[in-house]
């Protein structure tokens, strides 16, 4: 693909890693998504968190009942059961007998947003663990240690040894996706790893370092966690990104909260790219000169590892520069996108 195509068609992209909260809010951010993506991997840390098949199943419904006329039927979402320490082998085999949930997700207690239920000792989920091996479940890593006296930015690091590791070597035949990866080690461990784990990676861990934390003063609406982290961190990740290897894909971690939630003494962690999560990526890309490498992360790698069935639909971007929004709407409140009053340089076409 040369540097002067105008318009760019993929394969109906995929996110892997999304969070859509729920009720108003949900309302407000699914449409972003639907209209770039065909199925997302909807994250369970709600409150209370999904923890069992019935409530995925239930959650399920009110995402399908939240789409508007005009998406319905053009959308699916993808479910995943939050593991807690007293997960059991039963509920592991209802979740993969279900057909709607896709995989389960790894919360260490105190990671991030609603982590409060995640596992506090990873000895207590063997027989779980056991049980998703068995019958082939992914397992979906949030990759952080939670001990107070490593430093934030180490977090990632420390998990690989700590953690995924022997986690690796105590289930061999575990499917693992080590979810928004930030650091340069945690890139080689995938490349160097069997086949049996991936990553994702997002647009704003390949659009920013940690700098954005601090740009001009304190910058609550580029917190996320992971945390940002150093330049060479930030150019590891886009060498992966672009790379074609295949067990590296798109999944923004997109997560929405007000501005009230963000904007305070303890502002909370995430960010929100939903609004132009395709384009950003696009922008990468193309920086990269490997936009002709797009569709295989967005599009392909993904559905492969999970064993689904690549999209047959298509999406258009053409090149054309358009303000992002100062703010958006959530539920009654509003929210701060990323980018927010920026300008990007590729736009999806609405057919």
Not at 35 to 64: C, E, G, H, K, S
Not at 65 to 71: G, M, V
Request: aromatic letters at 8%; one cysteine or more.
């Amino acid at each position: 693909m040369n540097t002067h195509t105008t318009r760019l068609t993929l394969t109906r992209p995929d996110d892997w890693h999304l969070h859509l909260r729920d009720g108003a809010a949900l309302r407000s951010v699914l449409p972003d998504t639907a209209r770039r993506f065909a199925r997302a991997i909807i994250m369970p840390n709600l409150r209370p968190p999904v923890v069992t098949t019935a409530q995925a199943a239930d959650y399920r419904a009110r995402i399908l009942t939240a789409l508007p006329d005009a998406l319905t039927g053009q959308f699916e979402p993808l479910m995943t059961l939050y593991l807690t320490d007293t997960t059991t082998p039963d509920e592991i085999t209802r979740a993969r007998e279900s057909g709607i949930v896709q995989a389960i997700k790894l919360y260490p207690a105190g990671a991030t947003t609603h982590s409060d239920a995640g596992v506090t000792d990873m000895t207590r989920c063997g027989a779980a663990l056991a049980q998703m091996e068995k019958l082939d479940l992914p397992l979906l890593v949030h990759g952080e240690v939670t001990d107070p006296t490593v430093d934030i930015f180490d977090r990632e690091k420390i998990f690989i040894d700590r953690v995924l590791i022997p986690l690796q070597q105590r289930f061999p035949g575990l499917r693992i996706v080590f979810e928004h990866i930030t650091t340069r080690e945690a890139v080689e461990f995938v490349q160097s790893s069997p086949g049996r784990i991936a990553a994702t990676i997002t647009p704003h861990h390949l659009m920013l370092n940690r700098n954005a934390l601090f740009a001009g003063g304190l910058r609550p609406h580029h917190y996320c966690l992971p945390v940002l982290k150093r330049e060479v961190h930030r150019q590891a990740l886009i060498q992966a990104a672009t790379s074609g290897h295949a067990r590296f894909f798109l999944g923004t971690d997109s997560a929405p909260h007000p501005v009230s939630g963000k904007e305070s003494a303890c502002g909370c962690a995430g960010i929100y790219s939903a609004h132009a999560a395709i384009e950003f990526y696009a922008e990468v890309f193309e920086q990269a000169g490997k936009l002709d490498r797009l569709e295989a992360f967005a599009s392909v790698h993904g559905a492969d590892f999970y064993g689904l069935p690549r999209n047959t639909t298509t999406i258009s971007l053409i090149r054309q520069n358009w303000p992002l929004p100062q703010q958006l709407a959530f539920g009654e409140e509003t929210l701060i996108p990323l980018g927010a009053g920026q300008e990007a340089h590729w736009k999806l076409v609405e057919d």
